[in-house]
């Protein structure tokens, strides 16, 4: 299990992209000659200049520059049975031997055209590969490193879910708050809530009454001011 090479939140075309994979491992057509490949690697698309971290911890070996293809790039060894490889790198910060943690830089990332060690590409990015065995070497042989870059994928739900929880317990925090100021002013204008509850309650009379005024009365004869005329 790796951690992303790159930072969480990287900028591509001038806006800021997560994770994102322009080519992924397996078959493909090359962008550049137009002819159907196997692809070996990850294409990861970052500005020029983005730091490239090393995803497990181990020693530089190969250090290569202005390779045609390639361009500019780094192989590691893991110590693991596992070598990986950054390619397109506009700087190299290490050399061959240099032992690096997880996170440990290597460089910064490349593949513009016209920049240092862009060898062939179509755009600014890091391509990635893992090898079983040193790469190239008999025996050896390129994997997909997408299910490999689980570590930092599981810190990332485990950090989305904490989110999650967070902003529901702020949602109720910020509820109970809030019926808690209600009653309070609730008792402050105890006077201004009977008045409204009369007034509901006249209302509902009216309505349920079918809104029609109770008819008067009218008033008696006076049967003695008859006997008089």
């Known amino acids: 299990m790796f951690a992303?090479?790159?930072p969480p939140m990287t900028m591509i075309r001038g806006a800021l992209r997560a994770r994102y994979l322009s080519?992924?491992?397996g078959p493909r057509t090359n962008p550049v000659t137009g002819k159907a490949q196997n692809h070996g690697g990850l294409d990861m698309p970052t500005e020029v200049g983005t730091p490239v971290t090393i995803i497990a911890a181990g020693q530089v070996g190969t250090v290569v520059r202005d390779h045609p293809v390639a361009g500019h790039y780094v192989e590691v060894d893991h110590g693991t049975?596992?070598?990986s490889r950054y390619l397109h790198l506009s700087r190299i910060d290490v050399t061959p031997g240099t032992v690096l943690p997880v996170g440990g830089k290597v460089g910064v990332s490349g593949g513009g055209v016209g920049t240092p060690g862009a060898g062939r590409t179509t755009g600014p990015h890091l391509h990635?590969?893992?090898w079983k065995g040193k790469p190239y070497a008999k025996g050896s042989t390129p994997v997909d490193p997408e299910p490999l870059l689980t570590v930092e994928l599981a810190d990332l739900a485990r950090a989305a879910a904490g989110e999650v929880v967070a902003v529901g317990g702020r949602a109720v925090s910020a509820g109970k708050r809030a019926a808690k100021r209600g009653a309070a002013t609730l008792r402050r204008n105890w006077w201004l809530a009977a008045?409204?509850?009369?007034g509901v309650g006249a209302v509902l009379l009216l309505v349920l009454g079918g809104g029609k005024t109770p008819a008067v009365a009218a008033p008696k004869a006076n049967s003695?001011?008859?006997r008089r005329r």
């Open 23 to 25: 080519s992924r491992f």
């Open 4 to 6: 992303w090479p790159l």
């Open 195 to 198: 008045l409204a509850t009369v």
């Open 224 to 226: 003695r001011r008859r």
């Open 81 to 83: 049975g596992y070598w």
């Open 128 to 130: 990635l590969e893992v």
